[in-house]
């Protein structure tokens, strides 16, 4: 495989700190943001997702001040995921040093900011957030708003509209296994993966080394986002890009 697969670390910030819940929920406060931020540009992730998680008009200044900072050490490309909901909101991101957006809830409730962001961006600069509940045998539901909004939406047509609106990349976030440290939602992963030729990154349940192993299998996956096995130290970004090569794969050192 040529394509270099990316290790991206996810740091789930409220004001300066970093926090960190399961299944979306029972947010607790971890460390510093700038700090986590650093440590794991030095550990060696490819990129960094900053997720602003209360990202009201307070929050929103904090993040872009953080973000402002954040970029000052570390020189990994870095996406701002968080409360995004317009053209303007993107812009002022992408001015204070993101390198792209990432755009759940603002997305499903006007679809057309999708095309929008794409036009005066670059699809490059866009990353559609898909944050994902099984609702029945193979059916998943696209959730909004920190994962506590349904919308009706099936995973799979969304992210094929994603596509074709112009989006750059998907990262697919389960969240019943988020935190679990219990494995990816393969079954989601495999049925994403069949229908959208757009890069996937594949967040949610990453535990042990073996779960790599089952998510390489998978064909179109450019990337993994980790959050929990990183913050509470069951692996390291090292040992991830090790077993990656393992299974024949091009990454970064």
């Known amino acids: 495989m040529s394509k270099t697969f990316r290790i991206i670390a996810k740091i789930d910030v409220k004001s300066s700190f970093v926090i960190k819940g399961i299944n979306f929920e029972g947010m607790r406060k971890i460390g510093n943001a700038k700090f986590f931020a650093k440590k794991y540009f030095k550990a060696g992730a490819d990129e960094l997702i900053i997720n602003d998680v209360n990202a009201s008009l307070f929050g929103r200044s904090t993040a872009l001040n953080l973000l402002k900072s954040c970029c000052k050490d570390i020189f ?47 699809s490059q600069a866009l990353i559609i957030s898909i944050n994902a509940k099984k609702i029945s045998h193979n059916k998943w539901e696209v959730f909004i708003d920190k994962g506590r909004e349904e919308t ?102």
């Open 76 to 122: 990994i490309p870095v996406t701002l995921a968080g409360g995004l909901k317009n053209i303007d909101d993107v812009k002022k991101a992408l001015e204070s040093g993101a390198d792209k957006v990432a755009i759940n809830t603002a997305a499903v409730k006007n679809n057309s900011i999708i095309k929008d962001v794409a036009q005066m961006f670059g």
């Open 152 to 253: 009706g939406l099936d995973v799979l047509k969304w992210a094929k509209f994603a596509e074709r609106s112009g989006a750059g990349e998907i990262h697919i976030n389960s969240i019943d296994n988020d935190g679990t440290f219990n494995g990816f939602d393969y079954d989601l992963v495999r049925k994403v993966s069949k229908i959208v030729k757009l890069p996937l990154v594949i967040g949610g349940g990453l535990g042990s080394i073996e779960h790599i192993d089952k998510l390489l299998k998978i064909e179109n996956i450019e990337g993994i986002s980790v959050s929990s096995a990183l913050h509470y130290k069951k692996l390291s970004i090292k040992n991830i890009k090790h077993q990656i090569k393992k299974n024949n794969f091009n990454v970064r050192n």
